[in-house]
């Protein structure tokens, strides 16, 4: 199957999984009565705790054909002698890449619920139209424009997604268009051209996507449900299918997020890869080896946290820079200067590092082997987050504020440093911390602009995954995990708290 068909397959079908999950995911969580409601806003999101390699990683340990968790147990049922089920393929690699990328669909179609009114479905109900009706008849169309802006947000980022096809469908010969363009760039001799028009291709894709979403989003007037009037946040009845539904999110729960984690620290605690459960062998001896034993390992997340704390900085800085620039000055080009600022989000990834590999591989700028390529990569690829939220919070404070500082004699800078600076200050914090998180994960673009002398966690889970080293593997995955989900949570807790102010 060739790879452009492999490309449709996955981004597509990860595309539908992501938007039916999030939207009922959504749905359940901010319009329903649904047991503990308030506690299960975290859930939709925590497959974000697993960074992309690490899930591909840890659904291998689970449906690898001879030793995975989920066959071991199959088998045991069914009393077969391999599989019956195989990850190493096409589909697998699309339910991967799904799992991963419903959290972003979800948060955008959760805020469009907060910001619904349900006097719409609350005068159906009263009008005795079944509830399913009035969800496919009235929530799903008034929240169109919400819904197809995580459908591209998915489409996009499924299109970009590296990490998962080069763990699980390289395994089992199943390319995709950024695996391609990987093995363009590190054959010998390279194969430049066809990268390049390769990469071309994707970034047309993507500016195509993006272009029908700045029109869609230009037509979403007519879809506005929240007016100057008090909003309707009156939560839908379940009736008797409350804790089925319940159950049903339990189970989302335990397939995307627990098992996965379970896999991961069993093999962490053996010494081969196996799907064993005794309590008989295990040891900490794959940790010690990623602090002592592997120096690599360690020097790889010291790196990838120094480049993410300066990335972040910096991402912001200009951010905020920008943000300001074109929502409080009143200078000429400020509006290309946002479109220049958000342009990134049109290049893929592994694009972004194909072409940053191009231009300075060699004289007359040689960067490759030194971390300022990484910081480049980094800050270039995710300034179109920092600035979208800068630019929300300057759009939430009254720009009053600075007028009186320049009617009191201040200077752009002085106001810029005194007012702006801490009224968005929490906002800000989310913002770094955000990026952050995206850095000290990303795969994607490092994969191809990182060397040996400059080592990054995600680029060394994916090469102890090429050396066979799964155990150890595991334990770096592990550790990776658990600081993904601290600094995940972290971020909620920070934008919900600048939120609220």
């Known amino acids: 199957m060739s790879a452009s068909i492999n490309t449709a397959i996955v981004v597509i079908g990860a595309t539908t999984i992501a938007v039916v999950s999030g939207v009922v995911l ?26 992309p390699v690490v899930g591909a990683v840890a659904w291998v340990l689970l449906l690898a054909p001879e030793v995975g968790l989920i066959n071991e147990f199959l088998r045991t049922v ?26 972003y669909v979800y948060l955008m179609i959760a805020n469009a619920f907060q910001q619904y009114d349900g006097a719409y479905e609350e005068a159906a109900r009263t009008a ?8 496919t008849r009235i929530t799903v169309p008034l929240l169109r424009p919400a819904i197809m802006a995580g459908a591209m947000l998915a489409f996009i980022t499924a299109l970009a997604q590296f990490s998962i096809p080069a763990i699980i469908g390289k395994t089992g010969n199943v390319d995709v268009y950024t695996t391609l363009i990987y093995d363009m760039l590190r054959s010998y001799p390279r194969q430049l051209d066809s990268a390049a028009v390769l990469s071309s291709l994707m970034v047309a894709v993507t500016m195509g996507v993006l272009w029908y979403q700045r ?80 120096n690599l390992a360690t020097e790889s997340m010291l790196n990838s946290g120094r480049l993410s704390v300066i990335g972040a900085t910096v991402g912001m800085l200009l951010s905020v820079l920008i943000a300001y620039t074109v929502v409080r000055s009143r200078l000429r080009g400020r509006g290309a200067l946002d479109y220049l600022a958000m342009f990134p989000s049109a290049i893929p990834a592994t694009v972004l590092g194909a072409g940053l590999l191009m231009i300075y591989l060699g004289p007359p700028i040689a960067l490759y082997g030194s971390n300022i390529l990484l910081l480049i990569a980094y800050v270039a690829h995710h300034l179109p987050q920092g600035t979208r939220t800068a630019t929300a919070a300057f759009h939430q404070v009254s720009p009053e504020m600075d007028e009186a500082s320049y009617v009191c004699g201040a200077s752009w800078l002085t106001t810029f440093r005194r007012i702006a600076i801490p009224l968005i200050g929490p906002i800000v914090a989310g913002g770094w ?35 066979g080293s799964v155990p150890q593997l595991a334990a770096v995955s592990m550790i990776v995990l658990v600081l993904s989900a601290i600094l995940t949570l972290v971020v909620q807790r920070v934008g919900n708290h600048g939120g609220a102010r």
């Open 78 to 103: 069914t009393g077969g002698a391999v599989g019956p089920v195989n990850i190493y393929n096409v589909w697998g690699v699309t339910w991967v890449v799904g799992i991963y990328i419903t959290p």
């Open 26 to 51: 959504a749905w359940l969580v901010s319009r329903t009565d649904i047991p503990f409601a308030r506690v299960l806003t975290i859930v939709p999101v925590m497959p974000l705790f697993f960074p």
């Open 215 to 294: 029109r869609l989003l230009r037509r979403s007037s007519r879809f506005v449900t929240m007016s100057g009037k008090g909003l309707r946040r009156t939560r839908l009845s379940l009736g008797p299918w409350r804790w089925p539904l319940f159950v049903g999110i339990a189970l989302y729960v335990l397939i995307t997020v627990i098992l996965p984690a379970f896999a991961l620290l069993n093999v962490s605690l053996r010494r081969h890869w196996s799907s064993t459960l005794s309590l008989e062998g295990l040891t900490l001896d794959n940790f010690a080896w990623v602090t002592d034993g592997y």
């Open 128 to 135: 005795g139209v079944p509830t399913l009706t009035v969800l």
């Open 433 to 467: 911390l955000f990026l952050f998180v995206l850095m000290s994960r990303e795969l994607s673009a490092s994969v191809l602009v990182a060397s040996p002398s400059t080592p990054v966690v995600s680029v060394v889970i994916l090469d102890l995954w090429s050396n």
